[in-house]
């Protein structure tokens, strides 16, 4: 006698259940991926409430002007927008070719063997958090500056036409040209490793056909890889200026907060991140509340620009060829 | 032949300096980490881990910096993670190519490099001001909102790494989409799940600017949710810019031990995405 192969019932209720928990899944992913975006506006309305009072009170003058005086209760933000463009200038103008050069190390001309140890030794530094390096701003950097490098620089420098001004005033050790040094160190490894991986996309056919042509290591370098990766490579500097902006405790320690645009680099200033940090808590009043939360919307309003432009540069490129952003 | 040599020699400058750039990289940052190792050890002892911190000029340790750091970041973790792992597979899975998912990818993108102060001042108005005080659940949110973008993005990567193929031998078995999700998925990215969630634990791990004015410090053991908490990363910040020598030492002690904690982290979730590559080859 045959056996009757066993029936397999799916009931129908057993189906409507798989159904509805299918729903709710799909619904419960949706939702995540809306909280998302409403994290971003929420970001931007609660902001924007919060330095409206100050922002409504001050107008165009909370920008343009430096007074800076919580007895007063006076607030412009033109010294913090100053510092934080400033060192993020110094920084980029030294972070940038660096890791120009780490990038093309790293790419082009260290042994193989060599490759993976520093590159990932500058992945994981890139990951230090940025505390690390406000600290040792302050008990290392600062001091050396101080005894050695900004002595030299007031009197070679602060004399000359023009420039002369810049290094100019007593060398306190912290301030803007500090935290513009100690921003280029933490943005270094972020910057090289992205590099790193926009110039690996570039296919080894072209540069072979160009080494075929007779092309110098270095021709190769700039005509073939830097025009091809140059998207790529202005979205990772734009990245990198973007957490340079922003960044805060690396900058905290060494900027000296004071509210003031010295012509000189080695005064002692304050950038949009620092204020907030070193203020807020203590802030007594709810114009000062409401003025240091109007420079936080200041501080997003130019990051989110930044980093905008730097994420449709690397939307171009293969998102997968991005291991360290 | 004059005009070869030029090209040589720029070739050869160009590429020296490139050699220097990195040797001037490595030093700079190797001296951050010694200096870090050499003061971090020097004021790590038993009472590190056994006391609290202390007040000026007496002797102490991290304990009650080190037990909120660790729960803040457990409770970051625990409100991001699901969120990011979600929002990770609406983009990996459901809203794949839609208009919607762009969207979203694009904003988390943002979201990942936003200042984290901005984070801070964000949670602070959403909750501290409600609240009227600063608390360790503001922490532990600030730390979430940190956390979210962190695991969206990895989530999605990973879930895009599963091939199609055993999506559709799944479908064709006539499972459901979320039992494919579930139970197959899911387990076949778990690694790279895993993955990129230390890499969240050591992002908010280090975090101090969004801690500054949600959970603030307290000297003191505190286990109360509802108050403000002390952590590591204040606690450095606190005690570093202090005039004491008994608190710096704590500071640096305290920065070793974060950094030596990041690195761990790092270092094992990047073995374990090395060996999901590997196993795909």
């Known amino acids: 006698m045959l056996e009757t192969a066993p029936k397999v019932v799916v009931s129908e209720s057993r189906l409507a259940r798989e159904r509805s928990i299918e729903k709710v899944f799909r619904a419960a992913t949706f939702v995540a991926a809306i909280l998302v975006l409403l994290l971003l506006g929420g970001v931007t309305v609660t902001l924007v409430r919060g330095g409206w009072p100050a922002l409504a009170h001050f107008k165009f003058a909370f920008i343009s002007t430096e007074i800076w005086n919580p007895v007063t209760e006076k607030f412009g933000a033109l010294a913090p927008i100053y510092g934080t463009l400033v060192t993020s200038v110094i920084a980029m103008a030294i972070a940038v070719p660096v890791s120009f050069g780490v990038a093309v190390f790293l790419t082009e001309l260290a042994p193989k063997w060599l490759r993976r140890p520093v590159g990932v030794a500058i992945e994981l530094l890139a990951g230090v958090p940025s505390i690390i390096y406000g600290i040792w701003g302050l008990f290392v950097l600062a001091p050396i500056l101080q005894r050695h490098v900004q002595p030299w620089l007031i009197d070679h420098l602060g004399g000359t036409p023009v420039i002369g001004s810049l290094f100019q005033g007593p060398p306190f050790g912290i301030g803007i040209l500090t935290a513009g040094l100690v921003l280029a160190i933490m943005v270094l490894p972020f910057v090289a490793s992205v590099m790193r991986d926009v110039f690996e996309t570039v296919p080894d056919v072209l540069k072979e056909s160009a080494y075929g042509l007779g092309a110098t290591r270095w021709e190769v370098i700039w005509k073939v890889v830097v025009p091809y990766t140059r998207a790529g490579t202005i979205g990772g500097i734009m990245l990198g200026l973007g957490r340079a902006l922003g960044e805060t405790m690396a900058v905290t320690f060494v900027i000296g907060n004071a509210h003031r645009v010295s012509a000189s680099l080695l005064a002692p200033g304050t950038t949009i991140s620092a204020s907030i940090a070193n203020e807020f808590t203590e802030a007594v009043g709810d114009l000062y509340t409401s003025s240091l939360v109007a420079l936080g919307v200041l501080l997003f309003l130019i990051t989110f620009v930044v980093i905008a432009i730097a994420r449709l540069m690397l939307m171009r490129l293969n998102r997968k060829a991005l291991s360290s952003v | 032949m004059n005009r070869l040599r030029v090209r040589k020699l720029t070739s050869s400058l160009a ?62 973790l625990a409100i991001g993670a699901p969120v990011g792992i979600l929002a990770g597979t609406y983009l990996a899975e459901y809203g794949r190519g839609n208009t919607l998912s762009t969207i ?24 501290v001001v409600r609240m009227g005080h600063f608390s360790a659940t503001a922490g532990a949110m600030a730390l979430a909102v940190i956390a979210i973008p962190v695991t969206v993005r990895t989530t999605e990567d990973m879930l895009n790494l599963i091939p199609q193929g055993m999506k559709d031998a799944s479908t064709a078995l006539g499972v459901n989409h979320w039992r494919t999700v579930l139970g197959v998925v899911y387990p076949a990215a778990r690694s790279g799940i895993i993955t990129g969630l230390l890499l969240a634990i050591a992002r908010i791990s280090g975090e101090t600017a969004p801690l500054l004015f949600t959970a603030l410090n307290n000297q003191f053991w505190s286990t109360n949710l509802d108050a403000p908490m002390a952590n590591l990363p204040v606690v450095i910040f606190q005690f570093a810019l202090s005039p004491y020598a008994d608190w710096q030492r704590l500071a640096w002690s305290g920065a070793l031990m974060i950094t030596v904690a990041i690195l761990i982290l790092s270092i094992v979730a990047r073995s374990i995405a090395a060996a999901v590559k590997g196993g795909r080859k």
């Open chain 2, 15 to 76: 590429l020296g300096f490139a050699g220097v750039a990195t040797l001037i990289g490595l030093l700079c940052l190797g001296a951050i980490l010694w200096t870090l190792i050499k003061n971090g050890i020097a004021g790590i002892s038993i009472a590190t881990f056994t006391e609290m911190t202390p007040p000026p000029g007496s002797a102490g340790g991290l304990l009650n910096a080190i037990y909120g750091s660790l729960l803040m970041t457990g409770i970051g």
């Open chain 2, 104 to 127: 979203v990818r694009f904003v988390n993108d943002v979201l990942l490099s936003a200042p984290s102060i901005i984070v801070g001042l964000f949670v602070y108005e959403l909750l």
